[in-house]
């Protein structure tokens, strides 16, 4: 590849140390420069459009450009451009807020603490269970469990509670205290003649006696995200989370669910804990807060939580934990106003009907030869590529050529090995879904045709 020096791709080679990307090869194959973005759309800086099926990262929920949003940022802005909330100081956008998700949990939730990313809103989790076990007289209680495949970000205990290998590989992570247990997808893992439910038990089963080798007294948590995203969009099986949900009560351990991506109606409804009938004691908010328009998370604690953690602060005389930027009274304003538009415009039930839309029209490639398995709920789906015979091909070289092949077409999905997910903005319309799938069919084609 030959470049002008002076070029934005020169450029990104040169000074640009990128985020989830390998670093020898992108000195090789450079950046691709998005330069800005309408409704669904994106537009990169030689003016090709392309419909943004993952709304970024899992995020934009309202779509690119949203004039409300910005309006809410500029008035914020020129209001109380920053403050904090340490020592007893708040504002009003940070007082809204925190009052408005606790009225929206679908379980009784007590308070609200803020952050700023999905990674430090769980590593703050941690904490806080680490605080409240020492509160409690219990300071063996430490352990945190959380799922093979699971995501839930990259700081030091985030990662560890993530359960990808390349999150852990040469960070020396993850941290003594994790475990993980067995990932709930039933079409990877399900075994031969094991029904869906009796692949539901054995997930429970197998947390059940994880923890009774660890010793229930040594456990604090369980992280779950509802549905998980980055582990490749795996969707429970029936009655797995009733089954989860048993065992944890049973041993007094505390539910955490990370709802980073399917907050805010990503599942087909407000929170995936309604989705699949999950009681948490803490739930984790961040990216369609503020359709990540501001970088901006939230933690919801309910009382049996929060209440030792404010106790030991008493204790203590002072919590000693906070960020500079928590509750940014700009982030906070604009999820406000992100939260009304979903809510104003019913984005959620949209979410739903279109989702089922892309998911069954998606479905029409489940018997395709290279076609594995199709899954998804709401409007978050994923189409795992398996080739028939090949099955010295290297995990992920399917997935890429395919993300490649639709990038080409003018479509940005999300390659997880050989996983292609699909997470489009809540606003998408049928005929920019169409977009997306006809999109797949023609590269699924042009894959075929391809020597591996
Ligand atoms: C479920 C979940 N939790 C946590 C995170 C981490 O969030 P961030 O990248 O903002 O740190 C992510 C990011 O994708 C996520 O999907």
């Given at each position: 590849m030959t470049l002008a020096p002076n070029s934005p791709e020169a450029r990104d080679i040169a000074y640009h140390f990128h985020a989830y990307t390998n670093a020898m090869a992108h000195a090789e194959l450079g950046p691709q420069i998005i330069d800005k973005g309408e409704g669904v759309f994106v537009h990169d800086n030689h003016g090709k459009r392309y419909v943004e099926a993952m709304a970024g990262l899992w995020s934009v929920a309202v779509g690119f450009g949203e004039e409300r949003l910005i309006r809410a940022a500029e008035a914020q802005m020129r209001r109380l451009p920053f403050y904090h909330n340490f020592a007893h100081r708040s504002h009003g956008p940070a007082i809204e807020l925190a009052e408005k998700l606790v009225s929206m949990a679908p379980v009784e939730m007590s308070k609200v603490f803020f952050t700023n990313s999905g990674s430090e809103a769980?590593?703050?989790?941690?904490?806080?269970?680490?605080?409240?076990?020492?509160?409690?007289?219990?300071?063996?209680?430490?352990?945190?469990?959380?799922?093979?495949?699971?995501?839930?970000?990259?700081?030091?205990?985030?990662?560890?509670?993530?359960?990808?290998?390349?999150?852990?590989?040469?960070?020396?992570?993850?941290?003594?205290?994790?475990?993980?247990?067995?990932?709930?997808?039933?079409?990877?893992?399900?075994?031969?003649?094991?029904?869906?439910?009796?692949?539901?038990?054995?997930?429970?089963?197998?947390?059940?006696?994880?923890?009774?080798?660890?010793?229930?007294?040594?456990?604090?948590?369980?992280?779950?995200?509802?549905?998980?995203?980055?582990?490749?969009?795996?969707?429970?099986?029936?009655?797995?989370?009733?089954?989860?949900?048993?065992?944890?009560?049973?041993?007094?351990?505390?539910?955490?669910?990370?709802?980073?991506?399917?907050?805010?109606?990503?599942?087909?409804?407000?929170?995936?804990?309604?989705?699949?009938?999950?009681?948490?004691?803490?739930?984790?908010?961040?990216?369609?807060?503020?359709?990540?328009?501001v970088p901006?998370?939230?933690?919801?604690?309910?009382?049996?939580?929060?209440?030792?953690?404010?106790?030991?602060?008493?204790?203590?005389?002072?919590?000693?934990?906070?960020?500079?930027?928590?509750?940014?009274?700009?982030?906070?304003?604009?999820?406000?106003?992100?939260?009304?538009?979903?809510?104003?415009?019913?984005?959620?039930?949209?979410?739903?009907?279109?989702?089922?839309?892309?998911?069954?029209?998606?479905?029409?490639?489940?018997?395709?030869?290279?076609?594995?398995?199709?899954?998804?709920?709401g409007l978050i789906a994923a189409v795992e590529l398996a080739h028939p015979e090949r099955d010295d091909l290297a995990p992920g070289a399917l997935g890429a050529a395919m993300n490649r092949l639709l990038y080409e077409r003018g479509v940005i999905s999300r390659p997880i090995l050989d996983s292609l997910a699909f997470c489009p903005p809540l606003i998408i319309e049928k005929p920019e879904i169409d977009l997306i799938v006809d999109a797949f069919g023609d590269a699924l084609g042009a894959l075929e045709a391809q020597e591996f």
């Open positions: 769980n590593d703050t989790v941690v904490k806080m269970l680490w605080y409240r076990s020492n509160a409690l007289g219990k300071p063996e209680k430490k352990k945190l469990i959380s799922r093979q495949r699971g995501y839930h970000g990259v700081t030091v205990a985030s990662a560890s509670l993530t359960g990808l290998p390349n999150n852990h590989r040469s960070f020396d992570l993850p941290i003594t205290q994790v475990r993980h247990t067995t990932c709930p997808h039933y079409w990877k893992e399900g075994r031969e003649g094991e029904s869906e439910e009796a692949f539901a038990s054995r997930c429970a089963e197998d947390l059940d006696a994880l923890i009774q080798a660890e010793g229930p007294d040594t456990i604090a948590a369980f992280f779950a995200e509802p549905v998980m995203g980055a582990g490749g969009v795996v969707v429970p099986p029936a009655t797995y989370w009733e089954k989860i949900q048993k065992v944890l009560r049973k041993y007094d351990i505390l539910l955490i669910a990370d709802e980073v991506i399917c907050g805010f109606g990503r599942t087909g409804r407000m929170f995936g804990c309604e989705t699949f009938g999950i009681e948490p004691d803490a739930m984790v908010l961040s990216k369609q807060i503020t359709s990540s328009y901006f998370s939230a933690i919801l604690l309910n009382e049996r939580f929060y209440q030792p953690v404010a106790e030991e602060s008493g204790r203590i005389g002072v919590l000693g934990h906070g960020f500079t930027a928590g509750g940014h009274p700009v982030g906070a304003a604009v999820a406000l106003e992100n939260i009304a538009i979903i809510e104003e415009r019913g984005l959620v039930a949209k979410a739903a009907e279109t989702g089922a839309y892309l998911r069954e029209r998606l479905a029409q490639f489940a018997a395709h030869s290279l076609v594995g398995e199709v899954r998804g709920v």
